[in-house]
Every structure is written in structure tokens, then in C-alpha cells.
């Protein structure tokens, strides 16, 4: 099994900034895409940034030049750089990782979510 752990939540005011992380832990042999999503109260879940095991990055046009993600392979973590930040990005976000587990092949996990806020 795999046990994601996430953190860096909270509100903050607009233009403001919030750094989450997702560690993850577990029987893992390798990690291979690592991203972020988020879901709106009345809205469905939807991408937000994804990177490949080798660093390749996208990101939903919507926070395309405010947001970074990047992972720590040796930490098993994914971060998200969130800055200037808008009410609109306001949502649960949860990390998901697609991990090879030790006798058991490959397998898709989600985080439990942590709620961000932007509010003045």
C-alpha cells in the first residue's frame, strides 16, 4: 500500500502565495507521473499540473504562469508553487501519483486533499 501525505493548505488573500506538498510512502519501487488536481465546491475534479518521472511539466491554462510543480525523487514528494493567487483558485486540491509497488505492479493513488482559500 501507499500512504500520500499531504500539506501546505490554508488561506491566503488574494496575490498571495501557498506552497503544497505531497510525500509519499509506502512498498514502492519507482514513481512515474506525479500531478495536482483540484475540485471546486459544485465542480468536477480537474487537472491543475501533472510532471513525468523526467520532468516534463503541464499545467491547465488556467494557472499557467502562476504555478510550478516539481518533484523530489529521492523524498518520493511533489510540491506546487502557487503564486498570485485568485479567489477562483480557491478548492480542495489532491496530489495523485502513479507509482510501480513491490510485488503488486503498477498502481494509481490519490491523496486525501487539502482545502485552499483565497480571500481577502
Known amino acids: 500500500q501507499v500512504q500520500l501525505v499531504e500539506s501546505g493548505g490554508g488561506l491566503v488573500q488574494p496575490g498571495g502565495s501557498l506552497r503544497l506538498s505531497c510525500a509519499a510512502s509506502?512498498?514502492?519501487?519507482?514513481?512515474?507521473?506525479m500531478g495536482w488536481h483540484r475540485q471546486a465546491p459544485g465542480k468536477q475534479r480537474e487537472l491543475v499540473a501533472g510532471?513525468?518521472?523526467?520532468?516534463?511539466?503541464n499545467y491547465a491554462d488556467s494557472v499557467k504562469g502562476r504555478f510550478t510543480i516539481s518533484r523530489d525523487n529521492a523524498k518520493k514528494t511533489v510540491y506546487l508553487q502557487m503564486n498570485s493567487l485568485k479567489p477562483e483558485d480557491t478548492a480542495v486540491y489532491y496530489c495523485?501519483?502513479?507509482?510501480?509497488?513491490?510485488?503488486?505492479?503498477?498502481?494509481?493513488?490519490w491523496g486525501q486533499g487539502t482545502q485552499v482559500t483565497v480571500s481577502s
Open positions: 495523485n501519483v502513479d507509482v510501480w509497488l513491490i510485488g503488486a505492479g503498477r498502481r494509481d493513488y
Open positions: 509506502g512498498s514502492i519501487s519507482s514513481i512515474y507521473d
Open positions: 510532471i513525468t518521472r523526467g520532468g516534463i511539466t
